[in-house]
């Protein structure tokens, strides 16, 4: 692509890059640039399935999985519309870290994070001293304090 497809000057998008202050997102975007591309993909799936293009494609199998259902989407969505295709397909993939610790907190330990920084707002230092002495001499009755789930 970016030696094979040249401007209406005759300069591929490399020479382009090189001779100008243009990005790679503006110069694939001029109409004959864009106009070659997108003839260049339609042959390419007129030529081929879905499925060969998908197998042939440096992306992991999860964003495979994605563009395929992404497909039957737009498969239902053209039903709908009486058989018209849509313009333009946007996908998003999240990139997201798992290994984020944020990520994994469970809504407990984030009720209880909030609860500590607005405690000291609500119960006063006395309160707290009280209730800190139950526990210390094993004062409060621990089966006493659940809640009831609904009935």
Known sequence: MLTAIV???GQNIIEQLWNSQQIFMSIVNKADIKGTITDANQDLMHSNSMEDILSEAYTSPANKKMIRQVVKVVHDIQKAASGQAP???AIEFARESRR?????QTRGHKLQDIYQKISGDIV???LKDKLAEYIKNNQLNKDKYYTRGAS
């Open 100 to 104: 984020n610790s944020k990520l994994s």
């Open 7 to 9: 401007d209406s000057n």
């Open 87 to 89: 313009k333009q397909i």
């Open 124 to 126: 006063n230092k006395n």
